[in-house]
Structures are given as C-alpha cells and as structure tokens.
C-alpha cells in the first residue's frame, strides 16, 4: 500500500508535477500538498455527492500518472475546473494532458475538451530548469506557439521555494527540518486580497494549518481567518476540523481506511451534515 500523506513538504528536485495548471503553487487540501511542487499520493480522486440522483453522483475525476502528475479531467458535465488558458482561468469540461518525458518533461502539451459544443483547443507548456533540474520558469503557449503567460520560480540559499512571479506574487518560507511553513498567495481570483498559510508540527506530523485573508493594501486588516486542526489515529490521519475564527462556524472531515484500494474522505457540516465526499484511490 503506498504511503496515504506526506506531510513534510521537502523540495529535493522541484520538477513540474503537472498538478491542475492554474492552481499551481497553491495548497490542496486534499493531498496535503503545494499543486506543482509535490506529486500526488493517489492515483485517482473522485468527488462525489451522494445525495445526489445516481447519475449526478460523481461530479469530477482526476487521474495521475505513476509519476503522481496529472494525466486527465474529466468533469462530468460541471463545470467545477478552469483551465481555460486562451481567456484566462476559466471552466472547462475535459482536460488531457502529454508530458515529454517521465522525469523531466520539458514541454506538457494540453487538449481542453468542451463536451457540450465539441470544441477542441491545445495548449502547452515550455519549461526549463536550473542546475539542480528544479523548475525555473514555464511558458504556456497556444497552439500556434505564441506565448501568452510565463511564471519564473525563485529559491532561497537551500534551494527550497521561495516565490513564483504568479498573479499578484506567490511567497514561502520553511522551518529548519525543510517543511513549509508559511505561504502567501496573492491569487487572481481575490485580487484585493493576500491569502496567508501558517502550518504548525507536533512530532513530527501535520498539526495547524491557519488561513488568513488580508486586504491586499492594508494587511493589518483581516478578511478572514480560520483554523484546520489535524488529528491522528494509529498513525493516520483521522480527522480534520475546521473552524471559522473571524465569523464564526465550523466543519470536519474524517478518513475512513476500511477499503484496501482507496482512502474516503467524507465532509460534514457544523451539525454533523453530510455534504460530499472524495475517494481517493491509491
């Protein structure tokens, strides 16, 4: 059985990892890792609503090469991804992706698919790396060549991560055992805000993950803020809690082990609601 949860972010080769292209360098919540940084733990991730009719249950599945990337999206008909690269970050229904080699891939070419009209756009993306064949930038590019967005990648003297000159500016910072400690992401998506991560350790596993929102020209003034607190049993991760310290209100999630090809994790609301679930195959 693989291992379920990295929890020590640690960049001994930060090659692309071809997670979703517009998340990367953010935080996934999922896997419990930076998307683009680390590979993926699973195979396959379904998201799933069980209340659903039958047909409507599976709303989305991701599926991962060996090498933990990602190989394809399908959506199901929603419209929960934006990988729309021609106009931006926007939703799309299928998404394929081609890596040019199984280590180090210098080019990852694209095929969005929209299944309600059939239109079909490429894209890729061109990468190269430094000595230590961590990424140092990626262009994306149409499929006439012509690129339209390029991110740069910047280390610090241990050659961990230090910022991605992506939307309005990606920063890290990591404890002295190379496990992340801080992150914000200056996303397009909340233009007038600073979204910042701080990750707590106790024995050496995930314990806090503190999110606070910060008005972009005034980070003494909080948006909002929350806390996800880690709990573990017989050395797995078992529980999940978030609470919304700014407005109040709060929700959890569990892990449940019981089948041998994947791990389900089940979110429920403040009342013990149940709201959707991911499985996550290994």
Known sequence: MKTLFIFFIVLSSLSIHGQIVCDIGTYNFITNTIEGVEKSPYSKIKYVISTEPLNKRIRSVIHYDDFGRVIAIDNKGFVYGYERFGEGCRHFDEVVYTYSDSVVPKEIKMKEIKVT???QEDYSLQLTYNKLNKTKSIDYTD????????????????NQLKS??????YYY???????I??????SADTFYLVNEYNFTYVDNRLATITSIGRLKDNKEEIAFEGIYVFSYKNDKLD????????????????????????VIITYYDEQGIYEYHYECYY
């Open 117 to 119: 009209n059939g239109i």
């Open 143 to 158: 499929d006439k060549g012509e690129i339209f967005l390029t991110y740069n990648f910047e280390y610090d003297k241990k």
């Open 164 to 169: 991605i000159d992506k939307d309005f500016g």
């Open 173 to 179: 910072e990591w404890d002295n055992k190379s496990r």
């Open 181 to 186: 400690k801080k992150m914000s992401i200056g």
């Open 239 to 262: 529980k999940v809690e978030y609470t919304n310290i700014k407005f109040g209100g709060s929700s959890y999630r569990l892990y449940n082990y019981d089948n041998d090809d994947k």
